[in-house]
């Protein structure tokens, strides 16, 4: 087991439970399903007149987009300053793969109506067949790409 | 703001100290996984999503309804192949940098700027799909 959680499981399951508590704080007072690759969709909708930006799903589901993005990074940053080892931190990523990376991470998503949030934690959390499966195959084609990119010589 | 907004803030609040927490904010410990270097991940997903299933399939029935307003609809999408062709192309982007929306987007509150490059591809990929859906 220590090899294949050499960090141990405490921070990745307590780290789990208090996201999950956070989405369900936010579905059982609102309703709302907390997840977040819908946000650029909703965001671009103050900038593009096109028509598929300027949906009225969109429009209303900006304000509180944004404001859960918000959130995300008030709660980050709050870890950062208190209980966090290490305190502010960057990434050795190198920005070539940030920037590619995130491409194929907004097109995607977009595509396939849901990211690790949206399929991974809402919608496996709603017993969503389709999100099970979009699950399996994004976890599946990213643990392959990772590993052609480390046999390929890049690193981290 | 109002209450839904003021909730959602606490919400995400939370949401945000547990990626960070998880060390999902660190492309590093994402692309670790994904090398199946240290299976952590799995944790978090299913830490999540366990206490995310308690409150949309048992909590919300005893509620009947939402808290300030609103009525509760678990989360349902229609498989097609853009389901799965999305999934492929997302799954190659997560595997290359590290990054999904949530853990990217909660990552610049560790201090992490270069990962406002991800963001930003973020956007115009999703602006790309837009585009082809607006012809």
């Not at chain 1, 399929?119 to 392959?144: D, E, N, P, Q, W």
């Not at chain 2, 909660?106 to 585009?131: D, E, R, W």
């Amino acid at each position: 087991m220590i090899f294949m959680f050499p960090l141990g499981i405490e921070p990745y399951l307590v780290g789990g439970i208090i996201i999950g508590i956070g989405v369900a704080i936010i579905y059982l007072l609102t309703g709302l399903h907390a997840t977040q690759s819908s946000f650029f969709t909703t965001t671009l909708s103050w900038f593009s007149k096109r028509k598929d930006f300027q949906k009225d799903k969109n429009i209303e589901e900006r304000g509180w987009r944004l404001t859960l993005a918000t959130g995300l990074i008030i709660g980050a940053l709050i870890h950062t300053l208190t209980l966090s080892p290490i305190g502010f931190w960057t990434t050795s990523v190198q920005l070539w793969r940030l920037i590619l990376g995130g491409l194929l991470v907004g097109f995607g998503t977009r595509l396939s109506s849901g990211c690790t949030s949206g399929h991974g934690i809402s919608g496996l959390a709603s017993l969503s067949k389709t999100s099970l499966y979009a699950v399996i195959v994004f976890m599946g084609i990213a643990i392959i790409t990772a590993n052609i990119v480390q046999l390929l010589g890049v690193s981290p | 703001m109002n209450k839904r907004n003021i909730v959602v803030l606490i919400g995400g609040i939370l949401f945000g100290f547990g990626l960070s927490y998880s060390g999902m904010t660190k492309q590093e410990i994402v692309l670790s996984f994904l090398q199946l270097k240290d299976l952590g991940l799995i944790f978090v997903l299913g830490g999540a999503a366990l206490v995310g299933a308690l409150a949309i399939n048992i909590l919300a029935k005893y509620l009947k309804k939402p808290v300030l307003n609103g009525q509760f609809k678990p989360r349902s999408r229609i498989l097609s192949w853009k389901t799965i062709i999305g999934a492929i192309i997302f799954g190659v982007g997560w595997g290359l940098s590290g990054q999904c929306p949530g853990s990217a987007v909660a990552s610049l509150g560790t201090g992490n700027l270069p990962v406002l490059l991800g963001i930003f591809a973020m956007f115009v990929g999703a602006y790309i799909k837009g585009l082809l859906d607006s012809r």
